[in-house]
């Protein structure tokens, strides 16, 4: 276990150094990958489940999302005390669980810096996995998603393994393959916290025959040194994570003054063409908003991106006035729906292969 600890901390920063000659890629190869990942259009993920309608990272979510007719389901992976990968947003798990409830937990009350930021709650890698399933989700906003809050209380947090076994139920069930597009949440965090997600998230690929090219799998991050040590590992196609401010944290703790919006230029993406096979890219980055919410002409990511064989999927499509561009909000209500259909065909009709959906219902249809 600490070999394993230690092989991938070097394996990371010897790959920030530039000191690991990565495999080449294959373009051919990636290609066929990611057109065999792709059906009759840009494809739908179901973005942490159907979390329009559920709360978040729950299989009620997941299910939902699949039968709604998303083709990949997305968990956001942190780890537990006993290193198991569990599907939560963030490691402070106060705002999706009952825990604070829990007199019994009270004690685990911390205050922890994640990625730069003091952060006050209670964190998944300060319980075990079977300490974590006494606890029950809660809706994330509740304010904007209230009918969700009928649901709080009735899903556990599930594994990335439970997360796997639904996709194959459903896939028999539904007949046709529901794919899984897992993301690394502050990998160097968990690095340095001796819980690395990396060899996990290889192994449970392995040990479930998901490690191959034909495998109906993502592997998403918003750092870049996890993925370039994920790629010597894994043959599945993988997304670099693009924000549209600040930096990836591995950069920031190297020392590498590069920021998200270095990465989407031609040299930033050529660089990530070595590693990775599509840009996960924050919305704002396909079609910017001006200063008062209303979009503006797409830039040329989608087609900078296509020069250099990469895919984009953007992030994230919500169906409330609350995340519509000003174009499409139809009241002040922000929980009420807006435009919903409209903002989608702008973005589709940018060319982007893939979005990120809490309303997969909506962006099936939209598609
Ligand atoms: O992973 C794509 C998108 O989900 C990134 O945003 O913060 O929802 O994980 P986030
Ligand atoms: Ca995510």
């Known amino acids: 276990m600490a070999r394993t600890r230690i092989a991938w901390a070097a394996l990371a920063a010897l790959a920030v150094a530039g000191a690991v000659t990565l495999p080449p890629t294959s373009a051919l190869g990636d290609r066929d990958t990611t057109a065999a990942h792709r059906p009759d259009g840009p494809i739908v993920i179901g973005h942490r489940g159907a979390s329009g309608y559920r709360p978040e990272h729950t299989l009620a979510a997941y299910e939902l999302a699949a039968r709604m007719g998303a083709d990949y389901i997305e968990p956001d992976l942190v780890s537990t005390k006993d290193g198991q990968l569990v599907a939560r947003h963030e490691n402070e798990i106060g705002g999706t669980t009952d825990v604070a409830a829990k007199p019994e937990f009270a004690s685990r009350k911390a205050t922890k810096t994640i990625d730069g930021v003091a952060v006050t709650g209670w964190f998944t890698e300060d319980f075990t996995l079977a300490e974590l399933k006494t606890l029950r989700a809660t809706e994330r906003i509740p304010d904007t998603r209230p009918r969700n809050t009928l649901y709080n209380g009735r899903y556990e947090i599930p594994t990335l393994q439970e997360v796997i076994d639904l996709s194959r139920r459903l896939s028999r069930e539904l007949r046709r393959d529901i794919g899984i597009y897992p993301e690394t949440k502050h990998p160097t965090y968990f690095q340095d916290a001796g819980l690395a997600l990396e060899p996990k998230l290889v192994d449970v690929l392995n040990r479930n025959g998901l490690n191959h090219r034909g495998a109906r799998v993502y592997v998403q991050s918003f750092e870049v040194a996890n993925l370039k040590a994920l790629k010597r590992h894994l043959r599945v196609p993988l997304v670099q994570l693009v924000n549209s401010s600040g930096a990836p944290y591995d950069f920031v703790k190297a020392g590498d003054k590069r920021t998200y919006r270095d990465l989407v230029t031609p040299d930033g993406l050529r660089e990530i063409r070595t590693y990775a096979a599509g840009v996960g890219a924050a919305k704002d980055l396909v079609i910017p908003r001006d200063a008062k919410g209303f979009l503006q002409a797409p830039t040329s990511l989608v087609r900078d991106a296509h020069l250099r064989g990469l895919v984009v999927h953007a992030w994230t499509f919500r169906n409330e006035n609350a995340f519509l561009p000003a174009d499409f909000r139809t009241s002040s209500d922000s ?18 292969d893939g979005v990120f959906a809490d309303n997969p219902d909506t962006a099936v249809e939209s598609r």
């Open 335 to 352: 929980s009420a729906y807006g435009r919903a259909f409209d903002e989608y065909a702008r973005f589709f009709a940018a060319g982007l």
